[in-house]
């Protein structure tokens, strides 16, 4: 079936410092990939996605992108600042359809 | 717009106690899903409607919980009875079909004792 692999938490940055959070997919069909983000206590927000291969989402500083020979899509951000402190989900779907699959999350924490 | 809205944000209840957790979905949303959150299982898709009708409800753990969509408007996930492994926070979200474009509520914090 098809699943989403994150790195495990929590993560623990400075401001300022680089971020990677790695995420790797299995899929039966041709997924869309995606990166929500939950903030401490709200729902999740959808932060950037990317529908096909060698495809780039952006947003807020934060980008990844879509690599089926690796079948990844790993955050990044170049400085990361106090207020992205949150939990990160990768997630997709599959043929456009509306069954998602998360994955567990990863908590980041960046300290001033 | 005001966003999907999920009432009540929290809720205290008893075990044996029937839970009604409520959702108002976005405005010409026409998806809308329900969502379970814990620190163990991570996050798990309940069951999810299209126009009102239920599309795939295999996530439903098991005969004590139902949902029901009686209007585009509203949704509700009922548990009866509650047990304390129910404890968890549940996500209302809903879609207007494009890929990947969820808008969740704030959840609801569910504490069974």
């Known amino acids: 079936g098809d699943s989403v692999t994150q790195m495990e938490g929590p993560v623990t940055l400075s401001e300022e410092a680089f971020l990677t959070i790695n995420c790797t997919y299995t899929?039966?069909?041709?997924?869309?990939l995606f990166w929500y983000v939950q903030y401490p206590g709200e729902g999740l927000q959808l932060l950037l996605k990317a529908t096909k291969a060698d495809d780039k989402g952006s947003n807020k500083g934060f980008e990844a992108t879509y690599r089926k020979e690796t079948t990844s899509f790993h955050l990044e951000k170049g400085s990361v600042q106090v207020s992205d402190s949150a939990v990160y989900f990768c997630a997709l779907s599959v043929n456009y359809g509306q069954n998602f699959v998360f994955g567990p999350g990863t908590r980041l924490s960046v300290l001033p | 717009d005001a966003g999907v809205i999920q009432s009540p944000r929290h809720e205290v209840t008893e075990m044996g106690q029937e839970v009604t957790l409520r959702c108002k979905p976005i405005s010409g949303h026409d998806y809308l899903f329900w969502y379970r959150q814990t620190m163990m299982r991570g996050l798990e898709l309940l069951i999810y409607?299209?126009?009102?009708?239920?599309?795939?409800d295999s996530g439903m753990p098991e005969d004590r919980f139902s949902a029901k969509m009686p209007n585009a408007s509203f949704s509700t996930l009922k548990i009866q009875p509650s047990e304390p492994r129910d404890s968890a926070v549940y996500f209302c979200?809903?879609?207007?079909?494009?890929?990947?474009?969820?808008?969740f509520g704030e959840g609801s914090r569910l504490t069974v004792l």
């Open positions: 899929a039966t069909g041709y997924p869309s």
């Open positions: 409607f299209n126009n009102n009708v239920p599309i795939d």
């Open positions: 979200a809903s879609s207007s079909g494009r890929p990947g474009e969820l808008f």
